[in-house]
């Protein structure tokens, strides 16, 4: 497994939503607080390994799942095309 220092929590958040599990019902089979996991989630604290290892198995993913920089989504790459065609259309 990677740091944790590493750690995105918009990745647990995509594979929970994924696995159509929400934050409460991910936080129960992992042994966590609804609470916790939405810090988690928000990137507002770093799990511990255990608590990484946890979500990963109640998952039934891959702990390294969680790590490194988020996918872009096809919204992300059409907000991003609809505001380089603005920033076009003023001529900059």
Same mark, same amino acid.
């Given at each position: !497994?990677?740091?944790?220092? &590493?750690? +995105?929590?918009?990745?647990?958040? %995509?594979?929970?939503?994924?696995?159509?599990?929400?934050?409460?019902?991910? %936080?129960?089979?992992?042994?966590?607080?609804?609470? $916790?996991?939405?810090?988690?989630?928000? +990137?507002?604290?770093?799990?511990?390994? %255990?608590?990484?290892?946890?979500? %990963?198995?109640?998952?039934?993913? &891959? =702990? &390294?799942?969680?790590?490194? =920089?988020?996918?872009?989504?096809? &919204?992300?790459?059409? +907000? $991003?095309?609809?505001?380089?065609?603005?920033?076009?259309? !003023?001529?900059?």
């Amino acid at each position: !497994m990677r740091e944790m220092i &590493d750690f +995105n929590g918009e990745k647990l958040r %995509a594979i929970r939503e994924e696995k159509c599990l929400t934050q409460r019902e991910l %936080a129960s089979r992992a042994g966590v607080t609804q609470v $916790y996991l939405s810090k988690i989630e928000c +990137n507002h604290i770093i799990p511990r390994r %255990a608590v990484c290892e946890k979500l %990963a198995w109640a998952l039934r993913v &891959d =702990p &390294d799942e969680f790590f490194g =920089p988020a996918g872009e989504t096809l &919204d992300d790459i059409e +907000n $991003y095309t609809r505001m380089f065609e603005k920033v076009r259309a !003023m001529g900059m």
